[in-house]
């Protein structure tokens, strides 16, 4: 079926998509903030003079917009669609389940992602290049958590649980907001777990997956 002939939610998700697109392409060359990636995959933070939520936005509707319409969509697509939305932060939880998600794809590992793409994308830390840049690597680490291990990933792990730690204590001494606390606590949760996981694995020679660090 041709989302074209979808029901008006599938409209209004094309609709918001657009609207993101026309905000991001606004912005100049010389005052945007950069993510760029190597040959070997690995992203890099360039700060100019514009905020690093538009980056990011930039990033990652760019990812959705290949994966998603670089053909024919239709409506089958829609929960997949959905839930990468939810995820990198673009919809909340409630729009993702006007848009026919489920709670139960919800993980808390997706909550994670949800929370700390949100808190760029509301920017929150825009003016604080520090910050962003070690967010965006936390994000990186939940993001590639299933792929398979090497020294300078697993180092980005630890320096991911570091910071998350130490962020969210100056969170608490600064009053942050409740969400905001929660929201970070759950991050640490997930951190917290898959590093229960990575050393099990080198107790027992296991691989991680998505699964076992959820259910840690």
Do not use: C
């Given at each position: 079926m041709d989302i074209n002939s979808s029901s008006s939610s599938y409209q209004n998700l094309l609709t918001m998509l657009g609207k993101s697109s026309s905000a991001t392409t606004g912005a100049t060359a010389s005052d945007s903030t950069?993510?760029?990636?190597?040959?070997?995959?690995?992203?890099?933070?360039?700060?100019?003079?514009?905020?690093?939520?538009?980056?990011?936005?930039?990033?990652?509707?760019?990812?959705?917009?290949?994966?998603f319409f670089s053909g024919r969509m239709s409506s089958s697509d829609i929960p997949a669609l959905a839930q990468r939305l939810y995820k990198d932060g673009f919809i909340s939880a409630s729009e993702y389940q006007n848009l026919g998600g489920q709670e139960d794809d919800m993980s808390t590992i997706t909550q994670a992602s949800n929370f700390l793409n949100t808190y760029i994308l509301d920017e929150e830390v825009d003016g604080d290049n520090t910050a962003a840049k070690a967010i965006l690597n936390v994000i990186d680490v939940i993001d590639r958590m299933d792929e398979s291990i090497t020294p300078t990933h697993r180092q980005a792990e630890i320096d991911a649980f570091d910071y998350v730690t130490a962020y969210t204590e100056q969170l608490i001494?600064?009053?942050?907001?409740?969400?905001?606390?929660?929201?970070?606590?759950?991050?640490?949760?997930?951190?917290?777990?898959?590093n229960t996981v990575?050393?099990?694995?080198?107790?027992?020679?296991?691989?991680?997956?998505?699964?076992?660090i959820q259910d840690a």
């Open positions: 950069a993510i760029t990636s190597s040959a070997s995959g690995k992203r890099s933070l360039q700060i100019g003079n514009d905020k690093v939520s538009l980056s990011l936005h930039a990033e990652k509707l760019s990812r959705i917009n290949a994966e001494e600064k009053g942050a907001p409740e969400s905001v606390i929660t929201g970070f606590e759950n991050v640490f949760d997930v951190l917290s777990a898959l990575r050393n099990n694995e080198q107790s027992n020679d296991a691989t991680a997956s998505y699964t076992s």
